[in-house]
């Protein structure tokens, strides 16, 4: 029996969950999920529809994308994903989507304004839109630099990925992450959820004001902060 | 066995309602129930996914927020429930949400113009907005604080809380209620629907003309009036 | 054994079948099915939710809106279908509801223009949109007068209620019939679904043109002319 | 039994596949399979609601409309397909549809633009959109006509059918094909997808550009080139 049985059936639940949420079409989607003490990830096999995916098609790869275990080729997107765990060490799983609203933004080259108390649920900070990579990085080595494209977005804006889970890629979608697959997933939905919300204030009414900081504030710290009262 | 047995039942049959009708994600909602001979209420415990809610979960408490009954923390909304409660006499049940139109609106910190009968079947003010309350008092107990920016909306606007029995808060989204629970998550849908249809109207012709008073008086009226012909 | 149980049969899975498109929430529709040999019509009672709602709960009538039979109060819009069943021989079925694309046009008060072949497939004309009534009607018989209205549109705009079997109701909604109750609901899912189309084609492209009239006349002629050629 | 069981089946399949993806109501669509040795192909009988259909049903014949075997009518649009089939020789399957938002943006008269990575996947062009034929075109043989025009706009654009692989008729809605009948379905699902994407870019963005070169080419190739590594 494989050693990483139990991290696969995390990464294949995650999966499951991302396709039962209504996030993806076909197999325009993938999700990861880290084994920190042993130094790998389990990531979807590309291309394989969800209907036929089972826990053991997960393939199993080191932070360098050397396949460690699987008979079947890693989603496409692997090397962003490696390029996240090997850079952000308290994360344990990767979500990357082609969801319909947080499609639309990347499309649009727009962070999401911070318009309500839904979005301070989670995070503090407009949803940053990463600007399309110059050609000589897309015609390179283009998922890893997606990876890099990320993390200079996060650092050119002080971002803190331990607050923020979510980033548009401009022109592209969405990839979300957090303490593991599941809650990677979770993000995932919040940031579709929180940008059709955004883009449907802004119909109706082009000048929505974003939030104040009081209650920014207030609702992050509710759920998040030190005093948090939120959930059990 | 609880004396508050059918209190906890009517609670979370609201609560799981609401998850039906699609008016929320995971956990982004909730839904009180109250019992005036014994002056308490039940409402949904904080953060439980509605997967996993069991009728004996629900958390009854007074007025004043001290838990009478319960192993679970109640929800982070709970002193805004409470606060109609004491103050709105006649009302048996509360419910908030996140759902998608209302939020979009809030968000927006716009009334929701009476365009229609559909709306007009339900009340006959356009659906108030309430502003973003002031720092300190977000600041300071807020959940409490928000049921007096309620009030303070009605009070401002000459609004009776028997006839609309919903608002939106500025920025965060919409509170119903009812003469018991399922009438609460029953208001929180037409909410939502007329949100939708206000939306879409305006985008069809943003110079829409609000619902002339003779069709606004006999559709509530038909509905409403002391010779009301709806229903059985 | 009622005379009239086939007719109540008809009638209630016509209703149930509206329910079932999902173009109505609640109870907000009704739909009648008339018995020409016998001069009455079986109508939805008031109120009734759709998991409730049984074939003999339907009710019966005359064109005179005299209760034949049936222990229920019927739906409150009961004399629109009885006007519309007195002076347009040749319908069998008449439905109406609040659903949502259709009331937003209702709503803007405006004619849904006929953008494309799918609205050809199924009348030459816009939709008309009725204008609200004057306030001594509304404050009158209102739902008998909501049938003259109705009337009066297709009379001023020379529309044949044969070809053009569907109608908005200026800030109401929309009223829709046919040969029978089955296909008053079909009318119903097709004016839903054109005016969706209509709406997106404006965001699109608010200087949409309308369908050019060899178009118009090749799609209906294929469905409705003497040489159709389409279904079996 | 009939030789062509086998491509009946394929061609039920598909028809059912694109009742099941959303993207028809009632009959308003059709999709049909070839037998390039046989120089045959199998679609959907005119009318026939899928609830009914059986792989039986499917109505077998040759490039120029001749039925083989069969005991229904064809697709009114029957004559598009063959059309198709009879001058794209690579070509294996083909759908219609009446699809909400590839509708709309064909309503609206307007290629959809190359926004994002998500069109790219798969083409590396704006979604063409033929314009309405002349009207003597038109009351002629019309469905014949409409394939002539889907290879006119083709060719005066200079486009490959075995790139792109969909196209809207103006006024009307989308057609898509490819390998077989399934990956015409899969194509119009893709299509509709890419349309809603694109109708939210520009609500959010009137002037978001076009996606540049680079990432229209890296996402093509990655998928369709010789080096191509998504799938297995």
């Given at each position: 029996?494989?050693?990483?049985?139990?991290?696969?059936?995390?990464?294949?639940?995650?999966?499951?969950?991302?396709?039962?949420?209504?996030?993806?079409?076909?197999?325009?989607?993938?999700?990861?999920?880290?084994?920190?003490?042993?130094?790998?990830?389990?990531?979807?096999?590309?291309?394989?529809?969800?209907?036929?995916?089972?826990?053991?098609?997960?393939?199993?790869?080191?932070?360098?994308?050397?396949?460690?275990?699987?008979?079947?080729?890693?989603?496409?997107?692997?090397?962003?994903?490696?390029?996240?765990?090997?850079?952000?060490?308290k994360i344990g799983g990767v979500a990357h989507t082609h969801a319909m609203y947080s499609v639309s933004w990347a499309q649009a080259q727009r962070d999401i304004p911070i318009f309500g108390t839904t979005h301070a649920d989670h995070l503090t900070q407009d949803i940053p839109c990463a600007a399309p990579m110059a050609d000589d990085l897309i015609e390179g080595?283009?998922?890893?630099?997606?990876?890099?494209?990320?993390?200079?977005?996060?650092?050119?804006?002080?971002?803190?990925?331990?607050?923020?889970?979510?980033?548009?890629?401009?022109?592209?979608?969405?990839?979300?992450?957090?303490?593991?697959a599941a809650k990677a997933v979770y993000n995932t939905k919040v940031l579709e959820t929180v940008a059709q919300m955004a883009y449907l204030t802004l119909q109706i009414n082009p000048n929505a004001p974003r939030l104040k900081d009081s209650l920014i504030k207030k609702h992050y710290e509710r759920k998040h902060g030190k005093n948090a009262y939120y959930g059990q």
């Open positions: 029996m494989s050693k990483y049985k139990s991290l696969k059936e995390e990464c294949y639940e995650a999966n499951m969950e991302l396709n039962a949420l209504g996030l993806v079409i076909y197999t325009f989607g993938n999700v990861s999920a880290v084994d920190r003490d042993n130094g790998v990830f389990a990531i979807k096999p590309s291309g394989v529809p969800y209907e036929k995916l089972k826990p053991s098609d997960m393939v199993i790869l080191d932070y360098d994308n050397t396949i460690v275990e699987g008979d079947l080729r890693p989603s496409s997107d692997t090397k962003t994903h490696s390029y996240l765990y090997k850079n952000w060490e080595n283009y998922e890893h630099n997606t990876g890099i494209q990320i993390l200079d977005c996060f650092s050119s804006r002080n971002l803190d990925y331990n607050e923020v889970e979510m980033v548009l890629i401009g022109n592209h979608g969405p990839f979300a992450w957090g303490k593991n």
